[in-house]
């Protein structure tokens, strides 16, 4: 459904990105608490009103839209009977291709949190979204009675990509495409780490040796 | 070190519970907004300057001291060369029997956040605590190299953690030394459910059946 978008939706996509460029742009100049919404407006060369329209206050652009499943993929996720896993990072997989990342904007994201760690709760309130929408997911094919299990399953399965994510933003070699193969490596370590009785050896080598140095920094948030 | 505390540490452990329950109680009463350092320490029959003694603001009051690990379990843990998985349990065992866990103080906390849920984020900061003493721990035996595969175990386990205190707070016939067992349950069905090409079934048996139903509200955050 949303894999061939209108014009109209690739316009308001792209004006909700400039926006988002215009406040992080602002915040990283002047602080975060300085950034006004009328500021971010006249950055981004919109009108304040014009700016409500698309988001509910200074964080809420700073943070952008995240990206959320679309019909077409919920649909597909529900009627397959293939693997939880497997299916779960196929519909990933589909969200991350429909939602055409902007390596630039997770960079502008990535530098401002260095400088303001402090900020970094309004982003968790981001990743939650997806992690929701991965539970949500899950509970279709476990059943309600297991939504505590989906939800820890949605945890690991959005901090893994979260992590890759602040990899790919800092690594212009990394494809996009790649993301969910290297959060997919992720989790499977965290399977061998969750094996009791086994003396487990961290499998560096799932991910790639070049950005494996970058994994070290803090939990990032999920950036669209 | 920790497990024979002074009687003076004993003291303070009590006095910064009964500030944090006069805090969680004002909350609940009047409104988070409406709290003061000044009402809390009114209400806890202390002067406003013995509360600064305790805690730096009214939101740390609320949210109450994170228990930590102390330097006998560090020094087992770093000696041990058990299972990785087991050691860990095995520090967070101990961790929870020294902080002398207070059932009714988590249930005001449930009750203040299903009042407030927009709170959430100021006891996600502790239960971040909890998950980077949990990270660093692992660290020590997986190197520093492997620093976001143990973040990611750490996540997995402080969540499973926080769900099953949420769990433990509203069951009185739950013990609080099952609560380690209960989350390493939990984490054995997340296992199973990240196993590629398999399809899971909900290992809800796992986990008491009387407290199942209790695990399908959101994720909880861990309350000391």
Chains 1, 2 share one sequence.
């Not at 899950?138 to 949605?154: F, I, K, P």
């Not at 965290?190 to 961290?202: A, S």
């Amino acid at each position: 459904m949303t894999v061939k978008s209108s014009l109209r939706d690739r316009r308001r996509l792209q004006t909700s990105r400039e926006i988002q460029r215009a406040a992080l742009t602002l915040a990283l100049r002047h602080g975060h608490d300085s950034v006004t919404t009328e500021a971010i407006a006249a950055e981004a060369g919109i009108s304040q009103r014009t700016f409500f329209n698309y988001y509910l206050n200074k964080d809420a652009a700073i943070i952008g839209n995240a990206p959320s499943f679309d019909d077409d993929t919920v649909a597909r996720f529900r009627e397959s009977s293939g693997p939880l896993l497997a299916d779960l990072l196929q519909a990933l997989r589909r969200l991350l291709s429909n939602s055409d990342l902007d390596r630039s904007t997770s960079q502008l994201i990535d530098r401002l949190l260095v400088r303001s760690p402090d900020l970094l709760p309004i982003f968790y309130g981001s990743l939650k979204r997806l992690r929701d929408q991965i539970a949500d997911l899950a509970v279709m094919r476990l059943g309600e009675d297991a939504r505590a299990d989906a939800e820890l399953l949605a945890e690991a399965i959005s901090h893994a990509l979260a992590d890759t994510f602040r990899i790919w933003a800092n690594d212009d070699g990394m494809s996009a495409d790649s993301i969910v193969d290297i959060a997919a490596a992720k989790l499977q370590v965290l399977r061998g780490l969750l094996t009791p009785g086994v003396q487990p050896i961290p499998a560096a080598s799932t991910v790639r040796p070049d950005t494996q140095a970058m994994t070290s920094t803090a939990a990032a948030p999920i950036r669209p």
